[in-house]
């Protein structure tokens, strides 16, 4: 891609409302756009992130078993009446039709997926089932200052367990756990696995946290990693010893970016999902909910990597490979030189935004190199006669390479 | 993937309020389900066509240089006030939050992406931008018994072009006339460019129109292929001779399953979208939209093709490559026969859906095939010892052939 061509270019201010770390960055970077307050369009750079993380969650559900599936936005307020969340779920929009008809506009998906369930499973040769999707919700938060952290419109996976027996669930739970550690190491996120309440469903549930100052949550963790709950029910105290020992326990604020839930049977006996075990007897389905916030993600990602220039991108959900630089100061053997280095690179399957502004000063280009945060940076110019400038974001050093050298280190 | 784990299995009936051909044969098929009237689920087969489809068109897209984003379904009601389409939009639907704040929830984004552009152009330099979406839109639809035809909640891909001058508009008009017939024929569609009108916003538009009776337009056209015209604008009629001498010009239902529009600058005036000239004169923005149903593409594809026993997808929207099925008798040699199979095709890079149910005759098997609807149905059985039975699904013939040949078959 040619910066010349992309649409969302830098702006060296974000707008005034914008008052998020992440929401700052992202919006002078050419990623992100306030529609209305919580709500954002996905310029070209923020919807490939986005679908970087989105396909590197979806990766991992699909290995241990989950179906892909789309439930809708506009959901049935029959089904709400009947778990009582259509009066109870305070952050619930309603999408209103001239006549006045009311949809429940889809925060969550129980009152979905548990009456479709029920259509396909009769036996316990049905189970178990692991759905999931990666779809929008809509919230009424109260507060949406916080960018892509809380959103009254934002993607999300959720996938949900239905079970025969409850030592399978205790089994998939494990399991689910295992995979978002693997999941939020991919996605570069540093996410403790931290004990949560269970609300009205049950005793517990698991949450994964990104410490920050920006977090809205608080939690209590050992620095050696071997505890973490969140405040609101922790069993012990900032300053006092973990279970092992370690200690002294710290306290601090954390982004929730994902959560695991036992649902019990909650939803199942308030839909009659049942089965028949294999003495013939009805038995009700056990489930577990398994959520990830896709936007969220992305937003925790900006607002812990970065630094005074811009934000530094994990290899594996930046928007691009390489950013391209031409020193060109008008020459037209170092534009022909860049102009072929973006095409042996694109050759090479390397994914390039090629900075090919005539008009843009190098300190201006290198600026945005660094707002944008890109892994890698390549500059082609007369000083570096014949090699190429090879600059990873995130550090200060930079070596002279040439093309079929950079190429090789790409595809190590 | 087994049959025996796929989630969402064929069931013998649709269900007395699916009236359409294609939501019958969606349902049937375990491809969707109804959530409310004009509103389905898309379940793991469903979503794979769904996607299919979605990629095909991105392609194209891209290969015109359209620059993907994604905007939002709560939009600003200010906007929406701005062009006057608050009040006259009958299909909007309004989500609303239990302090009554109105967000217009998106039945089309001119509304965002115009304002959006605003930020971002300027000058004659930042021309032409071709910008498109896939995403959900939310339409009140009046009746909502089409099936996958016409939904309350259906997934778009929508296209908005800017222009500096005039021809540049019309150049790309026609550019996307070819790029719409060659998605169309991708998708196995056979879509006639139709003369539409052009509502408030021009003289005219075309219409992509897919003959068939379920379609609630009326077209007449040439059955040479030459002409072909929206009933309601049409310059001539039923019977007559087209201009190229044909003739009698026929008159039918058809469903539009694609529009392009030019927008002139009815939407730029409403915002102030203008850009300097060479001149440095601010000159209003010329627009364009290009419209595709995606979910409605599925719906059209199953309503055109199919026979009595189900759907005949065509290969590039089809959920699978394959489907593959062991009459087994419970010899376990036939299923070790039919498991290796399944390996090797999963090897050779097939996508093959394993019929692997025991419990399930062979008649209900070869039934579910055929329902279901995927290209290539393969058979492993004992009187067809060393061979695989190769039949594709729009054919009543059949052949006898090697796993090799098959593999081989596929590959060419």
Not at 161 to 177: C, G, L, P, R
Not at 301 to 308: K, Q
Not at 338 to 353: H, I, P, Q, R
Request: charged share 30%; net charge positive; glycine share 8%.
């Amino acid at each position: 891609m040619r910066y010349s061509a992309l649409f969302g270019k830098t702006i060296k201010d974000a707008p005034k409302d914008e008052v998020s770390k992440n929401s700052k960055l992202l919006t002078r970077s050419g990623f992100i756009r306030r529609e209305v307050s919580g709500v954002y369009n996905f310029l070209p750079l923020g919807l490939k992130v986005l679908k970087k993380i989105a396909d590197i969650v979806r990766e991992e559900m699909n290995a241990i078993g989950g179906q892909e599936l789309s439930l809708t936005a506009l959901q049935n307020k029959e089904s709400w009446q009947k778990t009582g969340r259509w009066k109870t779920f305070r952050a619930l929009m309603k999408a209103k039709t001239q006549l006045e008809t009311e949809y429940p506009l889809g925060p969550t998906h129980e009152e979905v997926i548990v009456p479709l369930v029920k259509q396909f499973v009769s036996s316990y040769k049905d189970l178990p089932l692991y759905l999931y999707q990666i779809q929008t919700k809509f919230r009424d938060e109260k507060r949406a200052k916080s960018g892509l952290l809380r959103g009254r419109e934002f993607l999300m996976k959720d996938l949900y367990s239905f079970h025969a027996q409850e030592k399978d669930f205790n089994k998939f739970y494990e399991i689910m756990k295992k995979t978002y550690k693997k999941v939020f190491e991919r996605l570069g996120l540093d996410a403790l696995e931290t004990l949560a309440g269970g609300g009205t469903f049950s005793q517990f549930s698991h949450e994964y946290q990104v410490i920050t100052d920006a977090g809205e949550d608080e939690i209590i963790y050992c620095p050696k990693g071997d505890f973490s709950a969140n405040a609101e029910v922790s069993p012990v105290k900032e300053g006092e010893a973990c279970r092992l020992g370690h200690g002294p326990l710290k306290k601090s604020k954390a982004i929730e970016v994902g959560n695991i839930f036992p649902l019990g049977t909650k939803f199942s006996d308030a839909f009659g999902l049942t089965y028949k075990n294999k003495e013939g007897k009805d038995i009700p389905v056990i489930m577990g909910c398994y959520g990830i916030g896709i936007s969220r993600v992305m937003g925790a990602i900006a607002e812990v990597h970065n630094d005074a220039k811009g934000i530094i991108w994990p290899k594996e959900v930046a928007p691009h490979d390489v950013y391209l630089i031409g020193i060109t100061n008008n020459e037209s053997r170092i534009k022909e030189r860049t102009d072929e280095a973006y095409d042996s690179l694109k050759k090479a399957g390397l994914d390039v935004l090629y900075d090919d502004r005539e008009d843009a000063a190098p300190g201006a280009k290198f600026a945005d190199a660094d707002l944008i945060g890109i892994p890698i940076r390549l500059v082609v110019s007369k000083r570096n006669e014949g090699k190429i400038e090879f600059k990873e974001r995130k550090s200060a050093k930079s070596e002279l390479l040439g093309l079929e050298e950079i190429i090789k280190k790409f595809k190590a």
